[in-house]
């Protein structure tokens, strides 16, 4: 039996300021911060390993990571005192809101079963959404953009949206919505899948925003993805709309 403990961390962030999720050569990243804080208060190296990557910019209002302890300590899940603890030596722009105990093997990555996102968009300016939301000046007209949303579902193979040169072993996921909604404040797209793709949602976003300005007809959806071919996509929106909402596990009652 292992002595190891394994914990999952539940966190969100604020991507402005920070090189995504993961940790890379001079830049400073979530990973890097986080992995200092849990370094210093439990006095070992710490290394998480997170639930996916997010881009230079991107928000997360959940996101889960998992890291071990050579030395079992079960008394660290739900303790509100270590939490208050460990978020005082995160800087604002991060928040853990729980620490769990898990199975050895439980894996924050490989385990989670789906992941949702949002983009959102404003018309008008507004200072309190400067880096949280892109501002457009026109309104795009939706009804063809859900049209050609609703497409999404009825394939896998989503390599037109992936950033070339990633190292993954396949370009399939499910997607299980893709819609986008009208709010008092703009326009939010939704949309969930097991799995995503380097820069898929960004570049999926964009693909839709040509077809409410009517560049492209719904219909054009179809070819775009048959053709697996990046560069017959729309560009990618700017990083600052985007936020990963919820991320689901077998084990966790949601």
Not at 20 to 25: E, F, I, M, S, T
Not at 42 to 49: D, G, Q, S, Y
Not at 223 to 230: F, G, P, T, V, Y
Request: glycine share 6%; with cysteine; charged share 20%.
């Amino acid at each position: 039996m292992s002595d190891k403990t394994r914990l999952f961390a539940e966190l969100s962030y604020n991507g402005t300021g920070f090189h995504g999720w993961q940790v890379q050569p001079n830049a400073i990243t979530v990973q890097e911060v986080l992995d200092k804080a849990l370094s210093t208060i439990l006095r070992e190296e710490i290394e998480t390993v997170g639930c996916g990557r997010t881009d230079t910019g991107v928000h997360a209002k959940q996101f889960y990571a998992h890291f071990d302890l050579s030395n079992p300590r079960p008394d660290l899940s739900g303790n509100p005192v270590f939490l208050s603890r460990l978020n005082s030596l995160l800087p604002p722009q991060i928040a853990v809101k729980q620490l769990l105990n898990m199975a050895p093997d439980a894996h924050a990555r490989f385990d989670a079963t789906l992941r949702s996102y949002e983009y959102h968009i404003h018309f008008q300016k507004d200072p309190f959404k400067q880096n949280l939301s892109w501002l457009l000046r026109d309104m795009p007209d939706i009804d063809p953009m859900n049209e050609a949303a609703a497409l999404l579902l009825h394939y896998t193979d989503f390599s037109c949206f992936s950033k070339s040169n990633t190292q993954v072993f396949t370009n399939n996921c499910k997607i299980s919505r893709a819609e986008w909604v009208n709010t008092r404040d703009g326009l939010v797209f939704h949309i969930s899948a097991d799995r995503f793709l380097r820069n898929m949602v960004r570049a999926i976003v964009g693909t839709l925003m040509m077809v409410g300005k009517g560049l492209l007809k719904p219909a054009d959806i179809h070819d775009i993805i048959e053709s697996k071919n990046r560069s017959n996509a729309g560009s990618s929106v700017p990083a600052c709309g985007l936020y990963l909402t919820e991320v689901k596990y077998p084990y966790f009652a949601q």
